[in-house]
C-alpha cells in the first residue's frame, strides 16, 4: 500500500518510526522504495551532493522539478515530498503556491518541505488552504547558511530551545504535517516531540524523534565531500565504485575487455 500523507500522523500516535532518505534519480528511487524506506525526501541537498554546488542556495526550481519527476517514477510505495529551493517560498505566499504546485503537478511530489518557522507560517497555511501538504524545517537551516556562518548546531541555549519549540507548534498550528528537525541538542528535540501532535523527523538531533531522515549519499559512502559526524555510513560505495572503475580501466588498457570471441572449430 503506498504511503499518504495521513499515514505518518497515525504513525506517531501509534509510536512507529518514520523511515526517510533522500533521493535524487529513478533507480535509487527504486532501490530505497524496495528496501522499505517510508518517505523519499528530493532533498535540495542534490545542489551538493548531485550537482556540484557549494551549497544548497543556488538550487533553482527547474532543477528539483527535473529530479522529483525521475524520483516519482522509481517509487511506488514512499511517500515523495520535494523541497522547495531557496527564493521560492519567501517572497510571497502566491509565488509559493504556483512553485510548491509545479512540485507536485509537474514533479509528481505528494508534498514539499521548506525550512523555517514562525516567518513562513502564512506560506505554509496558504499551501495547506489549496491542498499542497507541507513538512516543516527547524533548527539547522542550510539555505540561511550566510546568515549563520556556517553549518553549525542549533538550540543549544535554554532560549533558542524554547524559540524552536513556539516555532514548531506555529508550524503545527499552520497545517504542516511534519517537521524536520536537523542538528539540535536530543533533550530538545525529545522536548519537541512530545510537545506537537505531528511527527518530528531528526536528523543529527538523537534518538528521540518520531522519525529519522539521512541524506542518502552520505549514509551510503557514496558523497566525497564532509559528511557530518552523527551520520552512520551504512556502505562505503565511493570506495566501491573507484576500484571497479580502475578495475575496468585496468582491463580495457591491457586488453583484457572485452575478452576475444571463442575460436569457432576448425572445418575441413
Ligand atoms: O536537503 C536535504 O537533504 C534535507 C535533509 C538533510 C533533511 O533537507
Redesign the pocket.
Known sequence: MPIRVPELKDRKRRGEKIV?L?AYDATMARLLDRAGVDVL?V?????MVVLGYGS?VPVTLEEMIHHTRAVSRGAERALVVA?MPFLTYQVSPAEAVRNAGRLLKDGGAAAV?L?GGRAVVDVVKRLVDVGIPVMG?LGLL?QSIHKMGGYVRQAKRPEEAAVLLEDAVALEEAGAFAV?L?AVPAGVARAVTAGIGIPT?G?GAGPDCDGQ???SYDMLGLFDGFVPPFVKQYAHLADTITAAAQAYVEDVRAGRYPEAPAKAPATT
Open positions: 526517510v533522500t525526501l532533498g535540495d541537498s542534490l545542489g544548497t523541497d518541505k525550512e524545517h542550510p524536520v536537523e523527523i536528523i531522515v539521512l541524506v
